[in-house]
């Protein structure tokens, strides 16, 4: 059973780091590209970043670009987003999210977690 | 600015057909695959529809997906209570290498 177990949010200071990370099992994780997806409270769903399979590849939303960083541990199984310089609008609730297709590109997101909450506040 | 928009919200009764749309704002969607999602608040979202128009295992068939021109659309019929969530399209747009999520749509069975 593909398991995706998000962990590492909290409350964090405007300007402050955080690391999620992203324990995967079920699957081969270096198999599959992987992915962030937030909500904001009251929103909908917004793309935050992907990682090809090997990490060689890696794609960013605009609204992170420079600040947020995606990485992977093929050998932990565990996926990480390191967000630094955090503004108030990255409030939202972070899931990870596997891609469908085996080598794909990330385009279909058949599994996700259940979510971890950032809250960025003074 | 590459953009799918849904309208806010549906509503139909149980047992009927509803569908939501998902329309882009330029004509990469002619190019790119489209897939769609449901979300029930506090749950992980799930794949319904991927490839423009097929089903990952599990997803029963009353749930549809189809694409023409520059609109996509999810179809769901025999509608029941549990089907009251978000539906959200979403693409990966190979130009702007992100994938984009629609705004959602709330659907309501009255």
């Known amino acids: 059973e593909v398991q995706l177990l998000e962990s590492g949010g909290g409350l964090v200071q405007p300007g402050g780091s955080l690391r999620l990370s992203c324990a995967a099992s079920?699957?081969?994780?270096?198999?599959?590209?992987m992915n962030w997806v937030r909500q904001a409270p009251g929103k909908g769903l917004e793309w935050v970043s992907s990682?090809?399979?090997?990490?060689?590849?890696?794609y960013y939303a605009d609204s992170v670009k420079g600040r947020f960083t995606i990485s992977r541990d093929n050998s932990r199984n565990t996926l990480y987003l390191q967000m630094d310089t955090v503004r108030a609008e990255d409030t939202a609730e972070y899931y990870c999210?596997?891609?469908?297709?085996?080598?794909?590109?990330?385009?279909?997101?058949?599994?996700w977690g259940q979510g971890t909450l950032v809250t960025v506040s003074s | 600015q590459f953009v799918l928009t849904q309208p806010p919200s549906v509503s139909a009764a149980p047992g009927q057909k509803v569908t939501i749309s998902c329309s882009e704002s330029?004509?990469?969607?002619?190019?790119?695959?489209i897939s769609w999602y449901q979300h029930l608040p506090g749950t992980a979202p799930k794949l319904l529809i991927y490839?423009?128009?097929k089903r990952p295992s599990g997803i029963p068939d009353r749930f549809s997906g189809s694409k023409s021109g520059t609109s996509a659309t999810l179809g769901i019929t025999g509608l029941q209570t549990g089907d009251e969530a978000d539906y959200y399209c979403?693409?990966?747009?190979?130009?702007?290498?992100?994938?984009?999520f629609g705004g959602g749509t709330k659907l309501t069975v009255l």
């Open positions: 999210a596997k891609e469908l297709k085996i080598f794909g590109v990330p385009r279909d997101f058949d599994y």
């Open positions: 079920g699957f081969t994780f270096s198999s599959y590209a």
């Open positions: 990682i090809s399979d090997n990490g060689d590849n890696t």
């Open positions: 330029n004509s990469n969607i002619g190019n790119n695959y």
């Open positions: 490839d423009n128009n």
């Open positions: 979403g693409t990966w747009d190979r130009s702007l290498s992100a994938a984009v």
